[in-house]
């Protein structure tokens, strides 16, 4: 038990030091509840607006990220996509839920600077904004994680605390299969570390098939070949754990099939 303990704290100080290396700086880790944020200014400070502030958590607890990632084809990369008010105007992207039906609507072409009241909700950028919903009233009955948000998503999803929906009409695909694929082993790297125990069921109720599959990992079993240097420099798994999902310096919420004596 020490010698797995001793062996977890070498790779995660080994790992954040290959991070540290490979990003140049060693960055403050965020707070919870900006675990996951994301600014856009793809089109707003040259508009005459502030930058959008995207919080991730209020969203997940909502959609599923398949739903926006693929049938609203928002980027994996933050600021890759592209967005613009007349996009939004013509109900892509933001603009899909933001319509004044389902959500409040999202801005629009013929909207006033982002100190009007309306815009600034979202375009929050640099200013001082109340925001609606308070994120420690948000987590408050949710199961507790140990790193990121301080959620553990997987089980407020299993415990039914948040119900995703998957599905905008008009927009998404009927999914009518039924997902069989079993959980599968990654062997650990490391004697003595836990082999990784991957779960198709748990990663395809947020993200579906396409968030992974072929342009991450390829769809023959084995066929991709990876490292923890790759994941940390936001490759492979790193695409979403360490930006969204739970960060990879939670080991054991990865590592856990039992060692082989």
């Known amino acids: 038990m020490k010698k797995m303990v001793f062996l977890a704290g070498f790779l995660l100080f080994y790992y954040a030091g290959v991070h540290a290396v490979h990003s140049g700086v060693n960055q403050r880790r965020p707070l919870p509840f900006e675990y996951g944020r994301v600014v856009l200014d793809n089109a707003s400070s040259t508009s005459g607006r502030a930058p959008v502030v995207f919080d991730h958590w209020l969203h997940r607890a909502r959609f599923t990220c398949r739903l926006c990632h693929e049938d609203l084809e928002f980027a994996m990369q933050a600021g890759a996509t592209g967005i613009r008010a007349a996009d939004n105007e013509e109900g892509y992207y933001c603009g899909a839920c933001h319509n004044g039906k389902q959500a409040f609507s999202s ?21 001082k904004v109340k925001k ?130």
């Open 107 to 127: 801005c629009m072409t013929t909207d006033a600077p982002a100190s009007d009241t309306k815009c600034a909700p979202c375009h929050s950028g640099g200013r």
């Open 132 to 261: 609606k919903h308070s994120f420690r009233e948000f987590a408050h009955n949710l199961p507790r994680g140990r790193f990121g948000n301080g959620i553990n998503w997987e089980e407020a999803e299993k415990a039914g605390k948040i119900t995703l929906q998957d599905f905008i009409k008009g927009i998404s695909a009927k999914n009518n299969f039924a997902f069989k694929n079993k959980d599968f082993k990654v062997g650990a790297r490391f004697e003595g570390f836990p082999d990784i125990l991957f779960s198709h069921r748990k990663h395809s109720v947020w993200n579906g098939c396409g968030g992974c599959h072929p342009e991450i990992f390829a769809v023959q079993k084995g066929a991709t070949h990876f490292t923890m240097a790759d994941i940390y420099k936001g490759k492979y798994c790193g695409v979403c754990h360490g930006k969204v999902a739970f960060p990879v310096i939670d080991c054991q919420r990865c590592h856990v099939k039992d060692v082989q004596q």
